[in-house]
């Protein structure tokens, strides 16, 4: 399948500094990938790059089939800032017929694309009257003008409620099963583990781990964390059949390598009886991240 974005070997300094080293991803269409790192770590200036903002020193970039920023990729891109902004005394309906009217789409849509994002009961009023997260939903609507092959996103559930959230993602998704290329920054850790296809950790400038959550978990290599409750008056005899557990907050804890899980498992379900619950804790994606990022000094 042909990337909708792909990028080999980027570079980009700003007065000698490195913003990024030798930077190598791709998005396929219908993909959900979330592009994680630090402040600083080059996950703006990435963007820049792949919205034809700023310049790339070195390397090569093809967005959507084009080079970034020029007309055939701007036709197939839409991004959304971490902070949207728009007029505030612009209703929003009128802020996103203003801006279909600027893509020569069809205005009569503007209204539809409101509703798409939950703003429909507030189309009619001014956007200097909507909350943070409500003034991002427009950003969101007007993000999904002409039905773009790749979206770039900044941070953009900032703001938003557990809720609204919740309905983005699910928006997401239905973009991404229509074939959208949906490449997302965020430091909501929690979120992006469940809603995203693959990962991408920047760090210093360079791209130090890429792959699926499992994939990442087994390059990691971080122990796998294992919550016993026992049945009344047999926690004694689990202590002694498992030597490395310890009591932890009325339950015993035992940690094991990934190589050992499946043996440590095994151990526990010979127990039988005496085991009256069992919770096995993977390593999270803030675990996954903070291992990458102490690894490359940061």
Known sequence: MTSTLTISHLTKAFG???????????????????LLGHNGAGKSTLMKVIL??????????????????NAQARAHVAYLPENAAFHSALTGLEQITYYMRLRNEDISGALPLLDRVGLAHAANRRIGTYSKGMRQRVGL??????HPS?????????????????????????????????????????????????????????????GTLPELRREAALPVSMQIHAHETHEAEIMA???????????IHLTCGQDEKLTTLAQISALQGKVADLDVIPPSLEDIYSHFSRRDGQ
């Open 241 to 251: 059949a498992l030597p490395a557990a310890v009591r932890m907050n009325n339950a």
């Open 16 to 34: 000698g500094v490195k913003a990024l080293s030798d930077v190598s991803l791709s998005v396929a269409p219908g993909e959900r990938v979330a």
């Open 52 to 69: 034809g903002l700023i310049a790339a020193d070195g390397g090569e970039i093809s967005v959507c089939g084009a080079a970034p920023g």
């Open 150 to 210: 790749l979206l770039v996103l900044d941070e953009p559930t900032s703001g938003l409620d557990p809720v609204s959230r919740r309905d983005f993602y699910e928006l997401l998704d239905g973009l991404a099963a229509d074939g959208a290329a949906i490449l997302l920054s965020s430091h909501a850790l929690t979120e992006v583990e469940a809603r995203t296809d693959r990962l991408l950790i920047l760090s210093g400038g360079r791209l130090v781990a890429k």
């Open 141 to 146: 609507a007007q993000a999904l003008i002409g």
